[in-house]
T-cell receptor, first 116, second 111 residues
Framework: GAVVSQHPSWVICKSGTSVKIECRSLDFQATTMFWYRQFPKQSLMLMATSNEGSKATYEQGVEKDKFLINHASLTLSTLTVTSAHPEDSSFYIC????????????FGDGTRLSIL | KQEVTQIPAALSVPEGENLVLNCSFTDSAIYNLQWFRQDPGKGLTSLLLIQSSQREQTSGRLNASLDKSSGRSTLYIAASQPGDSATYLCAASGGGNKLTFGTGTQLKVEL
């Protein structure tokens, strides 16, 4: 089946640093990738939709200057949390969708981000 | 704005029992509805996807149904096993393949 690789799986860093998370589709071309955030005991909340070769579309309330998304190729999207603070600590999950609309999304294993 | 709710929030059953998880959504204009499993600290595993034109999907001991008119979906798990213990999430797919996730049901199957 389709595989999405997310890296790193876990990161701890000091407040004020920037953290980059990678999401790769390993065996299919992903026109669209999605980034979600999940707080403990809560469901996934969509942060932004990333389309290859164009600017990401952010959901209401998500700061685009805080969460930088780059989708430079059909197999890679990156999320950079800039100047991270403790309130940014969360579980971040990406998903990728093949070219066709309304096809199932395939999810990465997530990144646990802890800001000290 | 789509809202997805799951009931119950948590469920504990003895091994071997059949069980039903419920999912309701407010906007019936969906393309599909998916059920996922999430183990603690892990990503999502897709279990079943029901297209808007379908009524149900089956995979092994799992059966998912969809009633768009009433805004409901159910996930039926037959002969539950301890390995089924996880959080189960449903998600409704709207325009642009955006998923709106439910609040989840945390299932524990006890020996």
């Amino acid at each position: 089946g389709a595989v999405v690789s997310q890296h790193p799986s876990w990161v701890i860093c000091k407040s004020g640093t920037s953290v980059k998370i990678e999401c790769r589709s390993l065996d299919f071309q992903a026109t669209t990738m999605f980034w979600y955030r999940q707080f403990p005991k809560q469901s996934l909340m969509l942060m932004a939709t990333s389309n290859e070769g164009s600017k990401a579309t952010y959901e209401q309330g998500v700061e685009k200057d805080k969460f930088l998304i780059n989708h430079a190729s059909l197999t890679l999207s990156t999320l950079t949390v800039t100047s991270a603070h403790p309130e940014d600590s969360s579980f971040y999950i990406c998903s990728a969708s093949p070219r066709q609309d309304n096809q199932p999304q395939h999810f990465g294993d997530g990144t646990r981000l802890s800001i000290l | 704005k789509q809202e997805v709710t799951q009931i119950p929030a948590a469920l504990s059953v003895p091994e071997g029992e059949n069980l039903v998880l419920n999912c309701s959504f407010t906007d019936s204009a969906i393309y599909n509805l998916q059920w996922f499993r999430q183990d603690p600290g892990k990503g999502l595993t897709s279990l079943l996807l029901i297209q808007s034109s379908q009524r149900e999907q089956t995979s092994g001991r799992l059966n998912a149904s969809l009633d768009k008119s009433s805004g409901r979906s159910t996930l039926y798990i037959a002969a539950s096993q301890p390995g089924d213990s996880a959080t189960y999430l449903c998600a409704a797919s709207g325009g642009g393949n955006k998923l709106t996730f439910g609040t989840g049901t945390q299932l524990k199957v006890e020996l």
